[in-house]
């Protein structure tokens, strides 16, 4: 079974409008991770926030971590045609480096 | 600097063909992994390594090999293709596993007919 769930499963929003996508967990996490995927590419790393934080920022990227929920939540604000991807959450389990353990996704469109 | 590169980028295998598909990456990280996504599910772990010589398995490990004889190199090896292994396989790597960000190649994409 997989660690996180993203929800909404799809987004779609207009151009400047802020997207919001949420992320749940089940164990205890050693930090938590949002990546980006466009259609036929692979992975690309967003942010990382460990388990100790509540809160990160990167450009127009906001990442929220509530370990007492089991819940994370990724904000893009201002949104651009180019944030059209698929966003996942995946959450590095304690004791286990070696593995990285993904959600299902957001599938977010931005229209112009 | 390349990265991570995955080969080939397309396959079609039939049933009960072998194949191997490769991993290289170029920047010297100990952790290399293996993820298969298919839609609507995520990637979802198939096998990792967290040095030369060492490896583990990981979420669904069945019908797949893997070696990790040098840090730069880590092949997945499937060893009688089957309809259920159609999908699209990334690896990746990192430093310091997930510690850190994971680097991930562009993907072979395997439909086994």
């Known amino acids: 079974s997989q660690q996180g769930e993203e929800d909404p499963q799809a987004l779609s929003i207009q151009e400047g409008e802020n997207a919001t996508m949420n992320c749940s967990y089940k164990t205890s996490i050693n930090n938590l991770q949002w990546y980006r995927q466009n259609s036929g590419r692979g992975l690309v790393h967003l942010i990382l926030?460990?388990?100790?934080?509540r809160e990160k920022h990167s450009g127009r990227l906001r990442v929220t971590l509530d370990t007492s929920k089991k819940s994370s939540s990724l904000l893009i604000t201002a949104s651009r045609a180019a944030d059209t991807a698929s966003y996942f959450c995946a959450t590095a389990v304690t004791d286990s480096w070696g593995k990285l353990q993904f959600g299902a996704g957001t599938q977010v469109v931005v229209t112009p | 600097n390349a990265g991570v590169t995955q080969t080939p980028k397309f396959q079609v295998l039939k049933t009960g063909q072998s194949m191997t598909l490769q991993c290289a990456q170029d920047m010297n990280h100990e952790y290399m992994s293996w993820y298969r996504q298919d839609p609507g599910m995520g990637l979802r772990l198939i096998h990792y390594?967290?040095?030369?010589?060492?490896?583990d398995q990981g979420e669904v490990p069945n019908g797949y090999n893997v070696s990790r004889s040098t840090t730069e190199d880590f092949p997945l090896r499937l060893l009688s293709a089957a309809p259920s292994q159609t999908s699209v396989y990334f690896c990746?790597?990192?430093?310091?596993?997930?510690?850190?960000?994971?680097?991930f190649g562009q993907g072979t994409r395997l439909t086994v007919v």
């Open positions: 390594s967290v040095g030369a010589g060492i490896t």
């Open positions: 990746a790597s990192s430093p310091t596993g997930s510690r850190t960000e994971a680097f």
């Open positions: 926030i460990r388990s100790n934080e």
